[in-house]
């Protein structure tokens, strides 16, 4: 007797159904997969006699199209294997060495600038064939993706342990001010909060941590800050810096920092500010990475050593 789980997955139903649980409308997939609506129904009514179940309530109002409690959990998991699947032919592309594969990497804006680039060149005269996808975003969400197996590797400050995260790589760096020549700040030894607080400020806007470390550090010293300005872009700050329109408070990679910015001075801050400096590359510890991914984090964990190892933690 055949598996009935195989009979159900080897269906072209599976790929209707998905497209219609996206879509949330069997005339918008119709119009999307190129092919009648009466297909689509045909399909997934087969689907749900399969399975023994309806997968969505096609009752009418305003709502349109829902999936079941059913349906939800189906969706769900054939998220999950497709994902399975795309992981299992990146291991299967591998097997032929690093002449090809891809690699997805999640970092952050001013990682991506100053310091990403020699590793990506080196990386790509080693393996031209190799496609690589760098993707920028907060910590959290490069973490949610890489827990999703939507990146193989992820590079940025401030990464909060969580399960299923692994630490390739750690690195404590100075929390710094950011100050252009010339301002009374810049040549100081080491600056206080107190002091950053008499001057227009350039700081992270309320979704990143920074901020919420930099209101109580300021709530502690009784002193209030005036932001002039908020973002979510670390080189937007730092630009912004260079343009003499204030000051912020950035991570010192050393000569990778000066370089785009030799009128920036970065003075070492006097307070702690947790993990925020804390430099880490993190992989998933639930799957093994395919050949391409693991010879560019070795070649990035190289990087990190030869330009911060003296910061390296652990």
């Known amino acids: 007797m055949s598996d009935p789980t195989l009979r159900v997955f080897s269906a072209p139903a599976i790929r209707y159904f998905q497209e219609v649980a996206r879509a949330g409308s069997f005339r918008k997939a119709a119009e999307q997969l190129h092919v009648a609506a009466s297909?689509?129904?045909?399909?997934?009514?087969?689907?749900?006699?399969q399975i023994g179940t309806r997968l969505f309530?096609?009752?009418p109002g305003r709502g349109g199209l829902k999936l079941t409690a059913a349906g939800e959990v189906l969706a769900h998991r054939l998220q999950a294997a497709m994902g399975e699947v795309a992981i299992a032919l990146k291991e299967i592309e591998g097997l032929s060495g690093v002449q090809r594969g891809r690699v997805s990497i999640g970092t952050s804006d001013v990682l991506a600038t100053d310091f990403l680039p020699s590793v990506l060149a080196e990386f790509k005269r080693a393996h031209p064939r190799v496609e690589v996808n760098v993707r920028v975003g907060s910590p959290a969400q490069m973490i949610d993706q890489l827990l999703d197996h939507r990146l193989d590797a992820v590079l940025c400050f401030d990464i909060?342990?969580?399960?299923?995260?692994?630490?390739?790589g750690e690195f404590a760096l100075k929390s710094c001010v950011l100050a252009p020549h010339g301002h009374p700040l810049a040549s100081k030894r080491t600056v206080s909060l107190a002091e950053c607080a008499q001057y227009p400020l350039i700081l992270p806007d309320e979704t990143q941590?920074?901020?919420?470390?930099?209101?109580?550090?300021?709530?502690?010293?009784?002193?209030?800050?005036?932001?002039?300005?908020?973002?979510?872009s670390y080189t937007l700050m730092r630009d912004l810096v260079d343009d003499g329109l204030g000051i912020a408070i950035q991570t010192s990679m050393d000569e990778f920092?000066?370089?785009?910015?030799?009128?920036?001075?970065?003075?070492?801050?006097?307070e702690s500010l947790a993990r925020y400096s804390i430099l880490a590359c993190c992989i998933a510890n639930s799957r093994r990475l395919p050949i391409a991914a693991n010879m560019f984090v070795e070649g990035l964990i190289g990087a990190l050593n030869g330009a911060f190892g003296k910061y390296k933690t652990g």
Request: no cysteine; net charge positive.
């Open 257 to 270: 920092s000066i370089r785009r910015h030799p009128n920036v001075v970065y003075v070492p801050l006097k």
């Open 39 to 49: 297909a689509l129904h045909r399909h997934v009514g087969i689907l749900e006699e």
């Open 57 to 59: 309530d096609r009752s």
């Open 160 to 168: 909060a342990p969580r399960i299923g995260v692994a630490f390739a």
């Open 209 to 232: 941590y920074l901020r919420g470390i930099l209101d109580q550090m300021f709530h502690e010293v009784g002193v209030k800050p005036a932001p002039f300005l908020q973002t979510n």
